[in-house]
């Protein structure tokens, strides 16, 4: 369908029900059953898909590519048949996702219609970023080690195509990009800073935070994305007629437990545009002001957050998976009997 793209820095992968909006096949499908829904399908095949809320963040990204260079591959991945995937097609011919006065789009952009799509996916290619609206696609991938986030269905708002000169990708800190544990030998070792905060309070967790300052957190689930994007923006910076690509923190952190966010960008050698410091405050606020184009987070009421305050904001969740701490055990080779029980640890 798509031509194959030979080298790109930065490859998405996104389920085609991020990308359109496909909540009234689903509506058919569920009350009428499948009989009604291929028919429907059938009927509505030239009918564009409006487009779904994932859908303005991927045409920036392809946006990047120029007549030369493709620096971003998109690969839309669905288990479905002909008539969805002739559909999907037309409507990104329709809203100009594959467009003849911008082929650079059309070579970075690749499908996988069929049955199993995301497994063939992911045995061909090595994907940065995978993007679904299905919940337990994005805790199985997390849990196998893949960078993935959960884009909530539904039509995307017009804000979101708001025009701005920069695409603006800011991160969450703590179970996002880092997981800040305790420090070595101690009860606490393979406790992150939210497991900890939640079974011996937020004074307890600062007090540990401090004592840990020095201390690089582990790298988190979506380190490795947070990282490709600065390779992209060091190959595409200063080009002309490219978006400029922010790429900033937000966490709730403050006071001295930042510290162990700088330490651990030091220890990384990663220097994000700015840290935002929001505290109990909300961060729709701050990334409504920074005019965010996605925001990365593992907590659901900062995704609520942005839909209420920072419309144009697109927010990715990243759940919590405790397979990333079990990795973090195996990579240090701790003995089983270092496990101690919280009650044990001093205050």
Wanted: proline letters at 6%; glycine letters at 6%.
């Amino acid at each position: 369908m798509f031509p194959n793209n030979p080298a790109p820095v930065l490859h998405l992968g996104i389920s085609l029900d991020s990308l359109f909006d496909f909540s009234e096949e689903k509506r058919v499908l569920k009350k009428q059953g499948d009989e009604a829904y291929q028919k429907h399908v059938r009927a509505t095949i030239q009918t564009p898909l409006e487009p779904a809320k994932a859908f303005p963040f991927v045409a920036k990204m392809l946006s990047f590519n120029d007549p030369q260079n493709t620096f971003v591959q998109v690969t839309i991945i669905a288990n479905c048949r002909d008539a969805t995937a002739e559909r999907a097609q037309y409507s990104m011919h329709h809203h100009k996702l594959i467009d003849s006065l911008r082929p650079e789009h059309c070579r970075g952009l690749t499908a996988q219609f069929s049955s199993n799509a995301l497994n063939k996916v992911l045995f061909k290619n090595s994907v940065d970023l995978l993007l679904s609206s299905n919940p337990q696609d994005v805790t199985n991938l997390l849990t196998r080690g893949y960078c993935a986030g959960h884009v909530e269905a539904g039509r995307a708002r017009d804000e979101q195509f708001e025009n701005h000169k920069d695409v603006v990708i800011a991160f969450d800190f703590d179970r996002v990009i880092g997981i800040a544990c305790g420090s070595d030998g101690t009860c606490d070792q393979f406790l992150d800073n939210e497991r900890y905060t939640d079974i011996r309070g937020i004074e307890a967790a600062w007090q540990r935070e401090h004592e840990c300052r020095k201390i690089p957190a582990h790298k988190g689930p979506l380190s490795p994305f947070f990282e490709k994007l600065f390779a992209l923006r060091n190959l595409t910076e200063g080009c002309p007629n490219k978006y400029n690509l922010n790429i900033p923190i937000v966490t709730a952190r403050t006071g001295l437990s930042l510290d162990r966010v700088k330490t651990s960008l030091d220890a990384w050698g990663i220097y994000p545009d700015e840290i935002f410091s929001t505290g109990w405050d909300c961060k729709g606020d701050v990334l409504e002001k920074i005019r965010a184009t996605v925001h990365i987070d593992d907590g659901l009421q900062h995704i609520q957050g942005v839909y209420a305050k920072s419309p144009q904001t697109t927010p990715f969740y990243i759940p919590w998976v405790d397979a990333h701490l079990n990795k973090i055990k195996n990579r240090c080779q701790a003995p089983l009997n270092r496990f101690l029980p919280m009650p044990a640890c001093a205050p």
